[in-house]
């Protein structure tokens, strides 16, 4: 059945989605990597599609910005119609000036300040776990296209625009105390509810701009470019 969220009925929507955060690189990838891809939803713009990859069932998702936006998605997702695995496909700004735009990471943990967790749960923990057999997918999948991962834990933060008057930058901190080596807004979220659901989450990123070193990618090539990424993630089918 429908939700207020998303359109689709039981059964339009397969087990595995893999889910960017922007609904146009949802577009993107159902254009172009899959087949007889049918739309499924467009409430409040947020595309999704069903399609084959290599004959087998695959959908695509946008989630839109911040943690309580994937909590909705990902959370109907994983309730209403019975998908099982979840792979966010996301951008991430550097927090080491050894990464690089277009780098790949496997996020091994998700660190956040949020109470996302809290108040949906009463978890109180700041770290959480992707699915480890998921993960393993990703790996493997990675390997057989020859595109290496950068493994580490991301900073998912609630805050975009930080002013912290008379302290170090935030994204200094993230990194120095807690180990994070990029930072976006969706991961923690997702792998929460991954967990409260018993289904699997795992998280693919790829490096848009650096913090350190202040390189940067173009509106374009988020939407379009980050490939590597999006097989990756195709290859676990």
């Not at 105390?177 to 976006?184: D, G, K, L, Q, T």
Request: net charge negative; glycine share 8%.
């Amino acid at each position: 059945m429908a939700t207020p969220h998303n359109t689709a009925e039981k059964g339009q929507i397969a087990k595995t989605v893999l889910m960017p955060g922007d609904p146009l690189r949802a577009k993107f990838i159902a254009e172009t990597y899959l087949e007889k891809a049918v739309e499924f939803n467009h409430v409040r713009g947020m595309l999704g599609y069903t399609g084959a990859y290599k004959g087998l069932p695959v959908s695509v998702m946008g989630s839109g910005m911040g943690m309580p936006s994937i909590g909705i998605y990902s959370w109907e997702l994983y309730t209403q119609y019975d998908v099982e695995n979840i792979i966010r496909i996301g951008t991430a700004g550097g927090y080491t000036d050894t990464l690089k735009v277009f780098d790949v990471v496997l996020v091994t943990e998700a660190y956040s300040e949020s109470t996302y967790a809290r108040c949906q749960s009463g978890f109180t923990e700041d770290t959480i776990k992707p699915s480890e057999a998921l993960c393993r997918k990703l790996r493997e999948s990675a390997g057989r296209l020859g595109v290496p991962l950068v493994e580490g834990r991301t900073h998912s933060s609630d805050v975009f625009y930080y002013r912290l008057p008379g302290e170090a930058p935030a994204w200094q901190r993230m990194r120095d105390e807690h180990n994070c080596i990029v930072v976006e807004m969706e991961s923690f979220a997702l792998f929460h509810n991954a967990a409260v659901t018993g289904r699997n989450a795992a998280c693919l990123l790829t490096v848009s701009d650096n913090i350190v070193n202040h390189q940067v990618t173009t509106p374009e090539e988020r939407e379009k470019r980050f490939t590597r990424m999006m097989e990756v993630a195709l290859g676990v089918i």
